[in-house]
């Protein structure tokens, strides 16, 4: 199998394996340390274009100014190439169902799906008004272990989000250079 996605080419429906949820898990746990970088560098542009003086003034604006820039990376990446940086380093390639590198308006779509994440945990600690961090973060990491562990109700093993969007992930690795008999 070599899939590559730069050149159009597909995976095909059933040739690649949806990687182990522990697996993404991992992905998911590297791409939050990757994304803390790319969260404080445009936390800052936001703070220094409105002249933000307190890190409370203007909370929501900056919230919305992530959703954004958040948006930008992962519909960017996904649908060029179809891997963000913690994707490569554990081998895990998006593709649409046919196996066909995402367009930028499914990759979008992803990404708003993809908050289903959160949603309901969210939505739990607003309602209950934990205010605590240690609570805060043990509600939203049951979530995230309840929302992937959905996906083994599924017979793809694919999350939700993908379902909804005509996504899948599968293991997806370079194909190595043959070596030359010398």
């Known amino acids: 199998m070599n899939p590559t996605a730069e050149n159009g080419a597909t995976l095909g429906a059933g040739s690649a394996s949806a990687p182990g949820i522990a697996r993404r898990l991992a992905c998911f746990v590297y791409e939050g340390v990757l994304l803390f970088g790319v969260v404080m560098i445009a936390a ?3 703070g220094s274009l409105t002249q933000q003086r307190h890190a409370l003034e203007g909370k929501t604006g900056l ?3 992530l959703f954004v820039i958040l948006a930008i990376y992962f ?3 996904w649908s060029h ?5 913690a994707m490569k380093a554990w081998h895990i390639r998006l593709v649409d169902a046919a196996g066909r590198p995402v367009s930028q308006p ?3 779509l992803r990404y708003v799906a993809s908050w289903l994440w959160f949603l309901p945990s969210l939505v739990l600690v607003y309602q209950s008004g934990l205010r605590q ?4 973060f043990g509600v939203m990491a049951i979530g995230v272990i309840g929302y992937a562990a959905l996906a083994w109700l599924r017979p793809d093993r694919q ?3 993908d379902a909804l969007c005509g996504t899948r992930l599968v293991t997806w ?10």
């Open 75 to 77: 519909t960017w990446f």
């Open 81 to 85: 190439g179809g891997q963000t940086v």
């Open 133 to 136: 961090p240690g609570a805060v």
């Open 159 to 161: 999350f939700w989000h």
């Open 173 to 182: 690795r370079h194909a190595r250079p043959a070596q030359s008999a010398g």
């Open 63 to 65: 919230q919305a100014f």
């Open 44 to 46: 800052y542009l936001y």
């Open 106 to 108: 499914r990759a979008l």
